[in-house]
């Protein structure tokens, strides 16, 4: 098992930044890839970011390329999303979620562990 944590959320205006953290327990941490995940209201849940099990490896959604930097420190058994120039349209419920996959992937099915979610909100 592995109990993931998120942290990190909260209320901003556009253009701003926030950083999200997924604090990891359980199982050896740097033996998953993890993901980031975000389901805004009335939509479902979609893919945001992933990271390789040693980091080396990334991959993001078109929408929040160039703004949004995924991260993780194996050390710390943590993951972290940096979002820069938020928008309106990242409002959403954010989760992070790790897998066992050798590389990394974009489909939420290969996750096995989720964590809670943490509220991000966007005015504009």
């Known amino acids: 098992q592995v109990q993931l944590v998120e942290s990190g959320g909260g209320l901003v205006q556009a253009g701003d930044s926030l950083r999200l953290s997924c604090a990891a327990s359980g199982r050896t941490f740097s033996n998953y890839a993890m993901g980031w995940f975000r389901q805004a209201p009335g939509k479902e849940r979609a893919f945001v970011a992933t990271?390789?099990?040693?980091?080396?490896?990334?991959y993001y959604t078109d929408s929040v390329k160039g703004r949004f930097t995924v991260s993780r420190d194996n050390a710390k058994n943590t993951l972290y999303l940096q979002m820069n120039d938020l928008k309106p349209e990242d409002t959403a419920v954010y989760y992070c979620?790790?897998?066992?996959?050798?590389?990394?992937?974009?489909?939420?099915?290969?996750?096995?562990?989720w964590g809670q979610g943490t509220q991000v909100t966007v005015s504009s």
């Open positions: 979620a790790a897998s066992p996959a050798l590389t990394y992937s974009t489909n939420e099915r290969a996750y096995d562990y």
């Open positions: 990271i390789s099990r040693s980091g080396t490896l990334t």
